[in-house]
DNA sequence: AGTTCTGCTGCAAACGTTTGTAGTCGCATG
DNA sequence: CATGCGACTACAAACGTTTGCAGCAGAACT
């Protein structure tokens, strides 16, 4: 029913070839001829079929966004930015949502594969042989996980991680929690290394607690264990369990940052929503979405360039963060982080 | 490079036809024979091509989901809930967001019309007219806003503005003040028609502000408005600016819901998160997500079923709600919304 | 024995585009 | 005047599927 090319040739009198490249490759066609065609189709009300299109050239200009979980405050931002960014280069940006679940990560990858002309991977749960192996099928960027010979893009939570141990340590806490995030996360793995290493460094103790669901819920359900663990500050995978775990210690009456003190890590719109406001990690997620669909498209033309980007973090200070029990030094709020911080080696 | 239907009949000895209905129509082809096609199928790795299927059959087991923000916490348990609706009927959603702009709309829907086999289009901001002419070129669904003609489900935000208003005047409130959504927004004209009505039946003063974007800031700048209005309460448009708007009234020393009551709508995860927490209009989110797909699905098979699916809304009475200056009645808390509550003539 | 039926498979056309190749025309060049 | 060229356009073959139709066995009727 809806008008094709062959109409439009018809009612131009031209063959559909030219209909094709009065679209396609207007220099290759005569000016009067393409506003005559052009005119036909408006008249038509033609739309290029996208399916027969990409059949032939094989680009489909779509480009799949696989997320663990879209009502993760952390993903909103990163999938705007990548689709304004997308759009911007003609390119539309699917997007679909994993529940935090390797099985249905792998089949949506699959079944995005022949109709998109990449995918990007957000915080993958999957194994790095899964994804090299998904990798055989549809071009990959993965985003916060750098996986071997696939191009990447990751935000650098170690650093960001060593910060918000040493920002705790500079304000007298001596033992510490990390809420440990979901297993098969690599920024987990990261965040453990930088806190355990960042404390072992400035003789603080660190127990860890997880692997945990990174939610809300989740971290309000660990707040009896950060309690019997006896520290005097917290910090956590995500904000959405920082915020969870401010939540609970208020009903147990517990005082933060008075008795104890939580940082969290996103720097996502909730942050600036708690009582009180939450001292975090800032991740550049909209600049990550950017790059991400950045190295995708150049990633046709060129092949591997940069195989991995890595973003600089940046500790935020609010009011969720105070003085620990053993006063030490205490160089107090506002501290900004060092600008030429040492970016994590981003192995496996 | 990857495999296609062509390799995988000459690997297993039989034409491309078999191969083909060994896939979509198993009962027609030998079981012995179908093995021996799967068999070689998953030797090469073979995955059909969508594209090329649906160019023939005329449906990509697509459906394209718009809403306005994908940050609006109201849209990501619809999101969510539409997805594995569609993906347990062997439908995949790809996600676009438009930024609360009408153009960027009209551009998705076109965009996406060739390549999925309709489109839920979620709180549009177009006009009508331009929603019907977009109907021609794609199946539709319209969420959040009823179109003369094309299928539609919507909350009854008319019931859920009308107990709001209820609720704030037995409480006691004789002034309210109704703080309007974007213009373009069929829920916003239903939520002031009938809180409106409500206000006027019950004897009180129903002051409205707006339109205003429907986010958080909105809400915050709009504290000044009601303060200078001098009511005793506020109904605002979503749970967003509610959250704004508490937060702007914090700043200012004054507290709700001793001196102001706010109530909101769409009872997000946000409105247990503030502090007090955040009375306000549940709506079903999730259900409409589910509906809309469902809809979308039954509308290829049978033409034209139920045009209007009307899911209900109810009121959750948290603690932003108290007394206002005139006591009066106030049954007060916990109260059950009527489950015989008219449903609204849903026009326009 | 002839006929119809059933179960399976092959053939080939179609879906709506793109694109390499070849053709046409007029015109300038040698 | 033949040649070459440039600008344009037509032709036709692809891309990877699906599907109506026809063919062909063998089984089951009459």
């Known amino acids: 029913?809806?008008?094709?090319?062959?109409?439009?040739?018809?009612?131009?009198?031209?063959?559909?070839?030219?209909?094709?490249?009065?679209?396609?490759?207007?220099?290759?066609?005569?000016?009067?001829?393409?506003a005559h065609v052009l005119a036909a189709a408006e008249e038509l009300g033609y739309r290029p079929n996208r399916a027969a299109r990409a059949l032939i050239t094989g680009r489909t200009h779509n480009i799949g966004l696989?997320?663990?979980?879209?009502?993760?405050?952390?993903?909103?931002?990163?999938?705007?930015?990548?689709?304004?960014?997308?759009?911007?280069?003609?390119?539309?940006?699917?997007?679909?949502?994993?529940?935090?679940?390797?099985?249905?990560?792998?089949?949506?990858?699959?079944?995005l594969a022949k109709q998109v002309d990449g995918v990007l991977?957000?915080?993958p749960r999957m194994s790095n042989t899964q994804i090299e192996q998904l990798s055989r099928e549809v071009p990959l960027v993965v985003v916060n996980r750098p996986v071997p010979g696939l191009p990447a893009v990751v935000m650098d939570v170690a650093q960001g991680a060593r910060l918000a141990v040493e920002h705790l340590v500079s304000l007298g806490h001596r033992e510490i929690a990390l809420l440990g995030g979901p297993r098969g996360s690599w920024?987990?793995?990261?965040?453990?290394?930088?806190?355990?290493?960042?404390?072992?460094?400035?003789?603080?103790?660190?127990?860890?607690?997880?692997?945990?669901?990174?939610t809300e819920e989740s971290g309000s359900a660990q707040a009896e264990a950060v309690l019997r663990a006896g520290v005097s500050a917290v910090l956590a995978y995500n904000d959405l369990m920082a915020v969870g775990l401010i939540d609970a210690l208020d009903h147990r009456g517990v005082k933060v940052p008075d008795q104890i003190s939580v940082v969290g890590i996103d720097d996502t719109a909730l942050s600036r929503r708690t009582r009180p406001m939450l001292t975090t990690v800032a991740t550049p997620t909209a600049a990550a979405g950017r790059a991400a669909v950045d190295m995708l498209l150049q990633h046709g033309d060129d092949r591997r360039t940069t195989a991995l980007v890595t973003l600089q973090t940046e500790l935020v200070i609010r009011d969720s963060s105070?003085?620990?029990?053993?006063?030490?030094?205490?160089?107090?709020?506002?501290?900004?982080?060092?600008?030429?911080?040492?970016?994590?080696?981003?192995?496996?």
Chains 1, 2 share one sequence.
């Open 1 to 34: 029913m809806p008008a094709t090319i062959r109409d439009v040739a018809k009612a131009s009198g031209v063959h559909v070839s030219t209909v094709s490249r009065a679209f396609s490759a207007p220099q290759l066609v005569n000016a009067e001829t393409r």
């Open 66 to 111: 696989i997320v663990a979980d879209i009502a993760n405050p952390f993903f909103p931002p990163l999938i705007k930015a990548a689709e304004s960014h997308a759009r911007g280069r003609d390119y539309h940006v699917f997007v679909a949502d994993t529940n935090e679940d390797a099985g249905v990560e792998e089949e949506l990858v699959l079944a």
């Open 121 to 123: 991977l957000c915080s």
């Open 187 to 214: 920024t987990n793995r990261e965040i453990r290394r930088a806190a355990t290493l960042a404390a072992r460094t400035a003789g603080a103790e660190l127990v860890v607690l997880g692997p945990n669901a990174p």
């Open 322 to 348: 105070g003085p620990g029990p053993h006063r030490t030094a205490g160089p107090g709020r506002r501290q900004q982080p060092p600008v030429d911080g040492v970016a994590s080696e981003s192995r496996e």
